[in-house]
């Protein structure tokens, strides 16, 4: 078996995977101010119940959403400090 490292095809994969990662994080984050806000004039002082159930569980979800943005960004670093390494080796 052999490994075949294309330093290119790293950079790529691991710009792809950062830029998912700011997208995803910057879009959960919007999304989550605005449908805490949007929920609240829609539902006014009647829907208080219903708001204090909504917002953990929204806040949940932001927090998902980060994690998975976080996740991406992590697999964008870690591919280029492999991609560092493997031309540190072998002087790609």
Do not use: C, R, W
């Amino acid at each position: 078996m052999v490994l075949s490292v294309v330093p290119v095809g790293l950079e790529t994969f691991s710009a792809l995977n950062t830029a998912a990662g700011e997208s995803i994080s910057e879009a959960g984050s919007a999304d989550s101010g605005a449908m805490l806000s949007a929920a609240a004039v829609a539902l006014g002082p009647i829907g208080a119940s219903y708001l204090a159930a909504y917002a953990p569980a929204q806040a949940n979800n932001l927090a998902s959403t980060l994690l998975v943005g976080g996740v991406h960004a992590a697999i964008g670093g870690a591919t280029m400090a492999s991609k560092a390494a493997y031309v540190a080796a072998d002087g790609l």
